[in-house]
Structure formats: C-alpha cells, structure tokens
C-alpha cells in the first residue's frame, strides 16, 4: 500500500507562488488522475480543489494548479491570498478499494 | 442540493462499540459510493473505508478487523461502527461522497458532512 509524504509546513507572501508535494513511496501515484487535493480551514471541513486531471470543482480559483513527476503530484498556488492560509491534503485513490491521504502541509500566508 | 449529515454518541466508553450514521438529504444514496473519513484532533485525515449503495464495501487495512458499515436505502443513511474501540479511536468522523465517473473510477471525494466528534474515554 502506498504511503504519501508532504511537508509538514510551507509558507509564502501574498502573490506569490508556492509549491506543496505530495511523494508516494510505491507506483501508486503514477496514477496520476487518481491525486486529489483538499483545502482545509481550522474547524472546518476539507474542500475538494483538484481532482483528476488538474479539474477543479465549480467555484474554485484557478489559482490553484496541480501537476505530476515521476512518484511526486504537486499542488501550486499562485498569487497567494491571506485566505488561501489553512492545511492542504493530497489524497490517492490507491486501487484494489483502497484510499491514501498524506500527512497533510499546513501553509502559513506570511 | 446534496448535504451530508453524521450523526451519533460523542462519547464512547473503551472497549465498546462506536455507531455513526450519516443522513443524506437533498439527493438519492444510490448510484454512489460512500466514504468515511477520520482525524484525530490536531492530525491529518485518514480513510476508514467506503460503501457502494449496493452494500458492496471495503476498509482501510489497518482497521479492517474492528469496522463494518452499511447502507438503508430506504432511510437514505449510511452506517459506520468501529468495534472495540480504545483512545486512539478518538477522532472527528466524517461521511464524504466519491465523485466517480461513468466506469466506476472514483476520483475524489466531493461532499463532506460536517463531522461530528467522537471521544472514547471512561
């Protein structure tokens, strides 16, 4: 079963880009369509942002992107808003049934 | 528009059962799978399993032997129960739908409920 990896924290100033990985340690996320990204606010629910191929639900920015490297997906934020400050989950529909989310990366809009 | 509802005891003794429901209103059970989700309070989310509304389902390895779940069509609800349960069950729980496509290839999960918070201590 593969495990996924991301960045305890990463931080960035408004309007800027930031980049949050997501590395798994078998072939798993080489599905690459099977990575899906939430957004996830203190006390709130985690929101879907990317899902599939870069598809994003109505109503999310297309400031967020996500793209895809050997074992690593990643997700890009670009022109960072004090509102985009909250934890960020990738998550790996793994096959056979099961599901995988990484750690986690908490962001910090300095 | 589709809204996810759990519902249950907060609090739950060690060793005992926990029993979650999950209403859905606003929509139909079927033809979707149906997941449930935890995190334990200040940590990461982890997946428990999911059920498809035909009662076919599956679960996360490492709680595979103390988790069942099912489904009521009729009710519109879905169930979770995590047996024997210690501390570390202690958790915000989570009922979500799959977004799937056509051939039953499920992406993500694209409605939450709002989680309801389980505590198991004496």
């Known amino acids: 079963q593969s495990a996924l990896t991301q960045p305890a924290s990463v931080s960035g100033s408004p309007g800027q880009s930031i980049t949050i990985s997501c590395t798994g340690t078998?072939?798993?996320?080489?599905?690459?369509?099977?990575v899906s990204w939430y957004q996830q606010h203190p006390g709130k629910t985690p929101k879907l942002i990317i899902y599939?191929?870069?598809e994003r639900p109505s109503g999310i920015s297309n400031r967020f992107s996500d793209s895809k490297s050997d074992n690593t997906a990643s997700l890009t934020i670009s022109g960072l808003q004090a509102e985009d400050e909250a934890h960020y989950y990738c998550?790996?529909?793994?096959?056979?049934?099961?599901?995988?989310f990484g750690g986690g990366t908490k962001l910090t809009v300095l | 528009q589709v809204q996810l509802q759990e519902s249950g005891p907060g609090l739950v003794k060690p060793s005992e059962t926990l029993s979650l429901t999950c209403t859905v209103s606003?929509?139909?059970?079927?033809?979707?799978?149906w997941g449930w989700i935890r995190q334990p309070p200040g940590k990461g989310l982890e997946w428990i399993g999911y059920?498809?509304?035909?009662?076919?389902?599956d679960y996360n390895p490492s709680l595979k032997s103390r988790v069942s779940t099912s489904v009521d069509t009729s009710k519109n609800q879905i169930s979770l129960m995590v047996n024997s349960v210690t501390a570390e069950d202690t958790a915000v729980y989570y009922c979500?739908?799959?977004?799937?496509?056509?051939?039953?290839?499920?992406?993500?999960?694209?409605?939450w409920g709002q989680g309801t918070m389980v505590t198991v201590s004496s």
């Open positions: 979500a739908r799959y977004l799937c496509g056509d051939d039953n290839t499920c992406y993500a999960f694209d409605i």
């Open positions: 606003g929509g139909s059970i079927s033809p979707y799978y």
């Open positions: 059920i498809y509304y035909s009662g076919r389902t």
């Open positions: 078998s072939s798993g996320i080489g599905n690459y369509n099977l």
């Open positions: 599939g191929v870069s």
């Open positions: 998550c790996l529909n793994a096959g056979n049934g099961i599901w995988v």
